[in-house]
T-cell receptor
C-alpha cells in the first residue's frame, strides 16, 4: 500500500501560470481533502470531497478548483497562480468524512509562486 | 464557527521532562478530537483520537490526551519525552455528524534536547 501519494513534490510558478496538483489514494477511502499549510496557521481546508462525485468548499477555496476524477484521485487546480498561494499543500483521505474517522496524509507539495 | 487554539507555538524540553500541550476548541455540539504529529521530513500521522467513551485516550509512543468537555479542552501529555519526539503537533476537531470539515490548530513545535 502506497497510502496517499502526491505529485509533484516541489513546484515553482510565475504569477499568472496555472498548474494541477495530483493526489491518489489506494485505501478505498470515500472522502478526500486538500489543505494548505502556512507558518503559524496550521492546516486550512481548501476543498473536500465527501464521496465520489461530490466536492465542496472548505475554509479557503478562492483561487482553486478541484476534480474528483474517480474514487482514487482528487486533483487541485490553480488557474492563475498568485504569490499568496505560496504554501505547502497536503492531500488527505479518510474512510468516511465524519464520525471520527482519521485522515491519512500525503507527503505534501511545496509550491512557490514568484 | 469552530476554532481550535493551541496555546504554545514553540516548546523546548530536555529528555525525560514531562510534556503537556494545551488545546481548546470552540463548538457547542458533539465533537471528535484528534492529535496529529508531523516528524521532520515526514507525513502528518495520527497520534490519538477521541470519538466517544473514556475521556482519557492513549495513543502511540506513550502519548495520552484527556477530553474535558466542561473546559472544551483536549490536552496532550507524555510523562517523559525523548529526543525522537521532536516534531510539530496539531490538535484538530470535527463535528460528530456530517462534520466533514476538520479544523486544525496552528500547531506546536516541540524540540527535545538530548
Amino acid at each position: 500500500n502506497a497510502g496517499v501519494t502526491q505529485t509533484p513534490k516541489f513546484q515553482v510558478l510565475k504569477t499568472g501560470q496555472s498548474m494541477t496538483l495530483q493526489c491518489a489514494q489506494d485505501m478505498n477511502h470515500n472522502s478526500m481533502y486538500w489543505y494548505r499549510q502556512d507558518p503559524g496557521m496550521g492546516l486550512r481546508l481548501i476543498y473536500y470531497s465527501a464521496s465520489e462525485g461530490t466536492t465542496d468548499k472548505g475554509e479557503v477555496p478562492n483561487g482553486y478548483n478541484v476534480s474528483r476524477l474517480n474514487k482514487r484521485e482528487f486533483s487541485l487546480r490553480l488557474e492563475s497562480a498568485a504569490p499568496s498561494q505560496t504554501s505547502v499543500y497536503f492531500c488527505a483521505s479518510s474512510l468516511m468524512g465524519d464520525r471520527g474517522y482519521e485522515q491519512y496524509f500525503g507527503p505534501g507539495t511545496r509550491l512557490t509562486v514568484t | 464557527a469552530q476554532s481550535v487554539s493551541q496555546h504554545n507555538h514553540h516548546v523546548i524540553l530536555s529528555e525525560a521532562a514531562s510534556l503537556e500541550l494545551g488545546c481548546n476548541y470552540s463548538y457547542g455540539g458533539t465533537v471528535n478530537l484528534f492529535w496529529y504529529v508531523q516528524y521532520p521530513g515526514q507525513h502528518l500521522q495520527l497520534l490519538l483520537k477521541y470519538f466517544s467513551g473514556d475521556p482519557l485516550v492513549k495513543g502511540i509512543k506513550g502519548f495520552e490526551a484527556e477530553f474535558i468537555k466542561s473546559k472544551f479542552s483536549f490536552n496532550l501529555r507524555k510523562p517523559s519525552v525523548q529526543w525522537s519526539d521532536t516534531a510539530e503537533y496539531f490538535c484538530a476537531v470535527n463535528e460528530d455528524t456530517g462534520g466533514f470539515k476538520t479544523i486544525f490548530g496552528a500547531g506546536t513545535r516541540l524540540f527535545v534536547k538530548a
